[in-house]
């Protein structure tokens, strides 16, 4: 099996995570899949960035820190990461219009704090409206850690594809994606990576997407083990790496 390859918030490795930058760097390289992350402003615009508060040393703007949930979209635009403007997602999505690449959506929902993002079906709605709207459907996956929002996406369009994240959970993937609604796709950390889930996975016709794997020992770990796709900090060094084994 050849894996994909899925560009972690853009090309991290390279470039300030999760901006416009980053994003036209992976998609120059080859990439299969662009991975991002969401979050939601005061006025209800989804915008693009891993951490739910803005602070040093990645983010700089007019105070500390801020939480995105309650600034809005202007006022984060007055911020910046690794000197890069945060971009929302219509803007990421206008980017890429003429390619064919695909998004790996990860909606940033904390359970544990409810106030740094929607509730989930709330959430769930605003991401689909998004995609809709660029006419993304078949080119999304929306995963998360919170799987009341995969429950939610499924609820809301069953079509779309959704994985269930999980960065410590020893349990077999099918066991997960049961958990978590029924999900077409586990994204396991690599460490929790067999060829044994890998098989069991898709015998139940459930895929596996490894996160976040930067060496070639783990490549090729990641490939012996036959995982549908790997999501790297550094795209264009894996697609060279694939490509020097006749994997790509």
Known sequence: MRPLVHGHRGARALLPENTLPAFEYAI???????????????????????DPILAPPLCSGPAPQAVIRELTLAEVKQWNCGGAPIPTLDEVFTL???ARVEWNIEIKSYPGNPEYSPPPVDFARLVLERIREHRLEQRVIVQSFDFRTLRAVRDLAPAIRRSALTEDDPRDFVTIAREAADTQMVSPHYSLVTPEKVAQAHAAGIQAMAWTVNTPEEWARMAHAQVDAVITDDPAALIAFLKARSLR
């Open 28 to 50: 120059g390289a080859g990439v299969d899949a662009v991975e991002l992350d969401v979050a939601v402003t005061s006025d209800n615009i989804l915008i693009v960035s891993h």
């Open 96 to 98: 890429a219009a003429p």
